[in-house]
């Protein structure tokens, strides 16, 4: 695609329920990640994939989540068990990972609500 | 460790003048690479403008310049002849291939464009 799409734009889940969120990164981008922006606060990096390998998982703030990239495309965030202090932003980009000076194409996020 | 200040949670300026928003930012690196990025209502971030640590010319693009200062890791972004379309979060972010792919956010600042 012309973009960096992310599924679903808005999500509403009751705490202790697992969400999937998705993310079609930019065709023949190699590199993906995740951020979270919560409310009034800046990008916390979650986890970074190159390929379908992830080489930093340092950002998940616990075992409830996960990722996951099938393909070398399209990514997976998944939260276990979800709490309130989930409800966030979920931003992905992707890049070609390449040359000294590239920047991120980012998507529009996802909207998590836990209630 | 890498860390990017942003201390001006929110500006404003009047249509038409000029507005410059700080940035400053912590490391040990010497090879590194600025960014400031726009995010409107949509979510979306776009990137504005890129410095890489190595120029010394402050890098340009149409309406918005960086005053980037190296020795006291400042990264300054000047928008001039506002438009009412500049209103949004701004985040200033930092990258070095030194550790990784992680992009490193502040925590932004709002602008409001006044009519």
């Known amino acids: 695609g012309a973009g960096v799409s992310q599924s679903p734009s808005n999500k509403v889940t009751e705490k202790g329920k697992d969400v999937e969120l998705r993310c079609d990164p930019i065709?023949?981008?190699?590199?993906l990640y995740w951020y979270r922006q919560s409310l009034g606060q800046g990008l916390e990096f979650l986890i970074y994939?190159?390929?379908?390998?992830?080489?930093?998982k340092s950002g998940l703030p616990s075992d409830r989540f996960s990722a996951e990239r099938t393909g070398g495309s399209v990514s997976t965030l998944t939260i276990q068990r979800t709490q309130q202090e989930d409800s966030a932003v979920y931003l992905c980009?992707?890049?070609?990972?390449?040359?000294?000076?590239?920047?991120?194409?980012f998507g529009s996020g996802t909207r998590l609500t836990v209630v | 460790a890498q860390t990017v200040t942003q201390s001006q949670p929110e500006m404003s300026v009047q249509e038409a003048e000029t507005v410059t928003l700080s940035c400053t930012y912590d490391t040990s690196e010497s090879d590194y690479y600025l960014f400031w990025y726009k995010q409107p209502p949509s979510r979306q971030m776009i990137l504005v403008i890129r410095?890489?640590?190595?120029?010394?010319q402050n890098a340009t693009e149409n309406r918005f310049s960086v005053n980037f200062q190296k020795a006291a890791k400042s990264f300054s972004l000047k928008i001039s002849d506002s438009q009412l379309g500049d209103a949004a979060m701004y985040f200033c972010a930092y990258r070095t291939p030194n550790t990784g792919n992680q992009f490193y956010f502040g925590t932004g600042t709002s602008l409001t464009v006044i009519p």
């Open positions: 410095q890489e640590a190595y120029k010394q």
């Open positions: 994939f190159q390929g379908n390998s992830a080489p930093d």
């Open positions: 980009a992707s890049s070609t990972g390449q040359g000294r000076n590239y920047g991120y194409t």
């Open positions: 065709s023949g981008h190699t590199a």
